[in-house]
């Protein structure tokens, strides 16, 4: 396995669900930088499950101890480390011998042979991505105080959308708005569809069912000229980390998809002078070209397929007799984990990038 | 910049458009590896300027010497340097003070001052996946011996649409279809569209306009069991190599955006036996789930966008007197840029692919 | 800060001295690999403090809980990760306002401001070896099962020094010695030099000062052709471990420094025939050339410098004033480091070179 | 194998003594960077074969081509690619069927099978030092411009030694020493000397054998605090580039193995005011503590093993026949590769050492 991400801020995950604990390793932040606790709870809470009716009721506390790095408020220079506990598993849900059709079951068996730990998900649970969230809202509190945010909306849930970022224009979203977006577990653009989709969410969960949906996060404020192409540029770094986090399926930049049905023309961002520097006077490129931030707002939308645990008979195969055989997936699942996975998705994308700005200019403006 | 990806086999990219040459290091393959080099030279004529009149006029040679790793049709142990000499290179095309949009040139600018090398594209051009096809090459010649074939056809350019993989079995391609892929400038699954497409191009050219398109790639005969969740899972080690090359702008993986409109019940894979063998009786996932590979192909989409070269007027700013002015990108530029992509994406993809094979079983079982 | 060392078996350290606790996640073993916990608890015992008279009188437990990766006795094919908790600290015995002599405070000041957490040395302490000897417990346990053991001596305290390792014969030491070297504090190929060694520590202690020393650490087992040079090659991942250990300030292979003197004809190992197969006949080398191993045991000598913490007044720098002071180090001190810095070298070697065996094999024979 | 170092700042190296040619990737060096390709080729001199009559006869112009990277002497932001090409290769002298004791021939062979190349040592060569020079020039002319400087001198050649630095102050050699010692083959402090040690090397030429020694390198004006403990600390770093230097064997740090005999009161450098700054007064620990720079410059030794190539008869095994076989190495080689090694040994330093400058500061510092 490959538990670690970033090069010169490193961010290490370990844990399984159903383990003693779950938690992270974050690397190279230096010494003297104010982090505020309470903040790290507030982002863990936006993903803890049981944030909302919408979502399992599996209760976790979700508190995250960190257990070095940090003194009086500041970081040390060592290594910061994340644990959080795992406490309300029930175990016995799970059984091994009849992999969950589009869960990771499967396909870990065959890898790792028959002693993974898959209680749960193992460490392929959305669970993993609460370590993910602690050590992005260190990287939220360290990029916020050099103007740079990170902020997402549901674009949509099966086939209710909310309206998406506007691309005709360069500056994008502000501050304001991406903050608001935390502060709900289905942020949205256009609250006239919040309605819509709540009921769309508990209709999959009456149907014993789920629905995939899709996300839309803007980072706001990054430096002209980060990213180091090819191969951490900035769709490039962003997307390993991004890929990490469970079900998502598809990732796009800007215009993403829609580049295919696109002439030159349409799809090109003509540069113009905004306050007074060269900047693309829209951001059909989501932010970036050649793999290098152009001052715009880098956005990206990412697609979070349904959550395959449904109470329906499914077909499977009992490995210890190789037969097939009906499953039906026990437990409390979340008809749809797209709002949880959002939160995921602003760490990763926050980390991503605060590993780019260390790339290039080391870790002194952080103090 | 980042010009290294992979872990167990490491390929280093070097090279500017217009500088002396370009080429790549290719670390990690044992001694004693049969390679064929009439077989990189076919890989990279697929992918060389004006292999189809469909392409740009310029004409480069594009073969890779082997300066070191070799020795009479065997690796040697030490690493493979590849380097194709630069030639027909018209320089004077290109106005560093004029940055073109939607190219790398402004964020490049920004990053990197005045002295970035941006004559041809610098290393952002699309030339630079010259010597990753190379390497590719290598890959593939590796991994068909195990009986792993990638190949890819266009799904679609502008508004005319290949049919796509069907996702809706298991087995997906056979490899007899994906080596047919590899004889066309245009491969398709539906030979009734490629009329409409290469009119579709020659418009585009005539209109002084360029198109963008999607290409749809298939790798099968992958081991179950592959990929090192989660920062190097199947789609995570994939993305950030795709995402490496030039134009692309998103990322799929199986029905890839379309989960975010489905059910549960819609987009899980049941799980039967076949062959003797518990595996996803359809591949709605693409071939992998929790980032490892279940024994399906593994199916990406990319997207890529419009060449941002085209002949009509767009505007720009001038930066030594910061103000705007209209710019005509002159020179010789492909109205479209997919055909000659898809090699690139398909050797980015054995590339990762092999390295995730060598890092969970080593490197003997090449010889 | 850079914590993790290894490629495909990756550790990362994590924890300050006084702090919450420390510990490290062990990447990259996977599953279904038997661990006996009671054996990382013996290891973990010999480096403690308190296992001798001859030792510091700091009394820390130094159990390691393992959080993740290990399930009945299996790994699970997740992270393996260790925690420690930190209990005895006296941390008012450090003024961090004026510098130790020798240790790190003044360079970590002077890297990190004041924040840096030095209290009982924080990150830089000869605690943090802790969960190197835990990660390296396991390391040995999965070596062993393939026939391969490390075991050190102490070569030397200050100038009592034992008999070293024979290079003249190619075999070197046999398990059983390397075996008997971990039941002792002081383990020593000439018992002969016990008492001398012991009083010489004693001596330093009532002196209020330290002694310093080397060890001499065999590796046995390996199989010939490990090693990735020239930047994997064995002495380069040795090396980046052992000088990772606080302390050491020199690292020899085979003859080390006394290849200097030498004429070729007494350096040169001949090539000879051992059990049919070829092999050098003497092992001045130490096991390894031109980066690969070449069969015989790997063999290193690394020097310990004496502990800086000596209860003598010393010449030091008040911070804050900018004046010249004074220092007498209190609290408990080890008059010698060098007998526990030595469990951390062989962790340190066990790690770097299953890194090694997994990075040319993959992981499948750990099972 | 693995030919990438450094983190930041990286270097590939490719190229076997016999192959079309040698060369390195050197990536992450900004754009605007004041080149003086003449200066490479004067440190090139330093160590081609033929500099002096102490050497080999072999005469290769070692003149390298940057093919990337470099553009009207400032570099382009893309990665330096270095291309030497090998033309006077006698590969009759060499019987891959008789491997030479004490080279990488055994261990190669055993590792990769009969495909490597070991023609003229293969990738194992000294010559392979000639990319890390030139890569290593371009990192001395951009840190010199911040007042740091490395060189070295040789401290012994068998029993004829030159003074050492003087570890007694904090100060350490002086720019101008440092700078006059790249203008010998035998670099010196005490010229009294040079006589005994010229006709050393001469007399073991006569012989029909080769001597070993080490040298002593410095690097001055280092900013304190530099280096990543514990992996990346500044011995660390150092010696995974150190040891990848053929022919070395030891590595000491300060006072290096004579820490062993050390009592802490002899060992401990008291921290005084130095220019109105604390900082340690004498430099026994070699300029770091704890893997962090403390100001004095680094000082360290390393032992380079006798030449194995010896023209007497020698023990060796027959690879085909399994039969132990007389060898005489022939072909022309070094009686002392010490001088030769020295240039390699400063480059290892200096691209170690901006590597940790960048990990730190980034790179905007450079233009």
Redesign the interface.
Known sequence: ?????G??I?Y?????SH?????A?L??I????EIDEALIRTDLDRRKPGASRLSTKRSEDDAA???????EG????????F?IRNADAHSSDYDPDL?R????????T????????LRGG???SGR?TAPLVAAGAVARQILMRRGISAGGHI??I??VADQAFDLSKGEGPDAALLESFRREYLPLINEGVRGAMETRIER?KN?M??????VEVAVIGLP??????????V???L??????V?A??????????A???????????????RG??????SN???G????????NPVIFRA????????A?P????R?SS???EEIIVKGRHDPCVVPRALPGLEAAALLSLLDLI???????WM?
Chains 1, 2, 3, 4 share one sequence.
């Open positions: 396995m490959s538990s670690s991400a090069r010169a490193r290490t995950l370990f844990g399984e383990g003693h604990g779950i938690g390793v690397d190279g230096p010494a003297g930088v101890e960190i257990l070095s790095g940090m003194r500041r970081t040390s220079g060592g290594p910061l480390a644990l992999p059709p589009s869960h990771a079951d499967l396909p870990a065959l890898k790792h042979g028959s002693a993974v730990d193992g460490r392929f993993l674009l949509s099966a086939d999959a149907d069912d789920s629905v995939g949906g899709a002209a000229g980060l990213g180091e192409p090819p191969f951490e540029g769709e490039s770094a997307a390993q980390w991004i890929f990490a469970p998502v399926k598809a990732l796009e930049f800007g215009a993403g998809t580049f295919a049905r696109m002439k030159g023309s349409e799809a090109n961002d003509p540069i113009v002078l007074g520097k060269p900047a693309p006077g059909r490129a989501g970036a070209n050649g793999g290098i931030a152009n001052g697609t979070i397929r349904p959550t395959p645990s449904i329906r499914q077909r499977s195969v490995l190789m037969a097939e260390v790339q290039a200019e080391g870790v002194a103090r």
